[in-house]
C-alpha cells in the first residue's frame, strides 16, 4: 500500500527559530495538504495546496508559514519564526481524483517541540 | 463551524462486543469519513459515505448517515484490542475541501 511519508518524525527547535518539516506524499498524487494537531485538540486544517499553489488556507496560516514543492517528489511546510504554540504533531496528505470515494492518506506525522 | 463532533468522549468494553460512536456536524456536507489514530501515530481512512448514501459497510465496520438529522454513526462489530485507539469523523463541504474533524472517541477494548 502506498504511504505518505514525513521526515523527521520528532523534531525539537528553539523559538524563533525556523524549521522545514517534510513530507513526500504518494507518486502519482496532485493534492497536498497540511493539519496539525495540538496535545488534545483537534485536529486542524492548514492548507491545501494543487498545481504548484495555495487552493485553500486557513486563519492559522498566517505570514510565518509557507509550503513549497521544490522538486517533484517533495512537499515542505516552513514555520518561519517558532512559537511555543507552533508546538504539535503536523501531518502531511495527499489525494488524487482515482481515488474519489476514498479518503485522504496521511502520514504519520512530525512531532514539533518548541522551546 | 462545519466541524464534525464525536460522542461519547471515551468508550470502554470488552472484545467480542459491539462499538458505536456517534458524529453530529451542523453544515451541509459532500461526504463524511472516519478515520482512526493510534496513540502518537499517525491518521488512517476508515471509511467514507457520501451525502447520498445513507449505509456503508467495510468488514467489521458500518457507518450510517443521517443528514437530515446531521449525524453519522461508526458501528464497529466483534470489536478486538487492538481495536484500541482515537476515531475521528471529518466532513467534507466539497470534494476538494478541507477536512473538519471532530475531537474524537477514545475507545479502549480489553481482552
Known amino acids: 500500500e502506498p504511504e505518505v511519508t514525513q521526515t523527521p518524525s520528532h523534531q525539537v527547535t528553539q523559538m524563533g527559530q525556523e524549521v522545514i518539516l517534510r513530507c513526500v506524499p504518494i507518486?502519482?498524487?496532485?493534492?497536498f495538504y497540511w493539519y496539525r494537531q495540538i496535545l488534545g485538540q483537534k485536529v486542524e486544517f492548514l492548507v491545501s495546496f494543487y498545481n504548484n499553489e495555495i487552493s485553500e488556507k486557513s486563519e492559522i496560516f498566517d505570514d510565518q508559514f509557507s509550503v513549497e514543492r521544490p522538486d517533484g517528489s517533495n512537499f515542505t511546510l516552513k514555520i518561519r519564526s517558532t512559537k511555543l504554540e507552533d508546538s504539535a504533531m503536523y501531518f502531511c496528505?495527499?489525494?488524487?481524483?482515482?481515488?474519489?470515494?476514498?479518503?485522504?492518506?496521511f502520514g504519520s506525522g512530525t512531532r514539533l517541540t518548541v522551546v | 463551524s462545519q466541524q464534525g463532533e464525536e460522542d461519547p468522549q471515551a468508550l470502554s468494553i470488552q472484545e467480542g462486543e459491539n462499538a458505536t460512536m456517534n458524529c453530529s456536524y451542523k453544515t451541509s456536507i459532500n461526504n463524511l469519513q472516519w478515520y482512526r489514530q493510534n496513540s502518537g501515530r499517525g491518521l488512517v481512512h476508515l471509511i467514507l459515505i457520501r451525502s447520498n448514501e445513507r449505509e456503508k459497510h467495510s468488514g467489521r465496520l458500518r457507518v450510517t448517515l443521517d443528514t437530515s438529522k446531521k449525524s453519522s454513526s461508526l458501528l464497529i462489530t466483534a470489536s478486538r484490542a487492538a481495536d484500541t485507539a482515537s476515531y475521528f469523523c471529518a466532513t467534507v463541504g466539497s470534494t476538494l475541501g478541507r477536512l473538519y474533524f471532530g475531537r474524537g472517541t477514545q475507545l479502549t477494548v480489553w481482552p
Open positions: 507518486s502519482n498524487h496532485l493534492y
Open positions: 496528505a495527499s489525494w488524487s481524483v482515482r481515488d474519489r470515494g476514498r479518503g485522504y492518506t
